[in-house]
């Protein structure tokens, strides 16, 4: 599976941002999917994942409430819809695909290439 991350970009605190992961070579139905980020200087840490049929959803609790998840299996899509932004929320997205315990950075079978989120205070 090839994953690609789009959507980033530079906004304003409280402002709106929608990051697509997009799928290709292999159908991602088959896979739980899931966001992680990486702010400079910090590890690669989990922000929310989706299960492969979308019925659970599971998220870190600084974005919970201001985030979701969700997923377009017909168009092998995973979107992050980040409502509220924040600047602590400024980071490399990176979408990822593995098991139901994604959350867990070791079951991720593959990763998209990163996209850049900026929130300016």
């Known amino acids: 599976v090839q994953l690609q991350a789009f959507g980033g970009g530079l906004v304003q605190a409280g402002e709106s941002l929608r990051l697509s992961c997009a799928a290709s070579g292999r159908t991602l139905s088959t896979y739980s999917v899931g966001w992680f980020r990486q702010a400079p200087g910090r590890n690669r840490d989990f922000v929310a994942m989706i299960n492969k049929s979308g019925v659970s959803t599971y998220y870190i609790d600084s974005v919970k409430g201001r985030f979701t998840i969700s997923r377009d299996n017909s168009k092998n899509t995973v979107y992050l819809q980040m409502n509220s932004l924040k600047p602590e929320d400024t980071a490399v997205y990176y979408c990822?695909?593995?098991?139901?315990?994604?959350?867990?950075?070791?079951?991720?079978?593959?990763w998209g290439e990163g996209t850049l989120v900026t929130v300016s205070s």
């Open positions: 990822a695909a593995g098991s139901d315990r994604l959350y867990l950075r070791r079951e991720a079978d593959y």
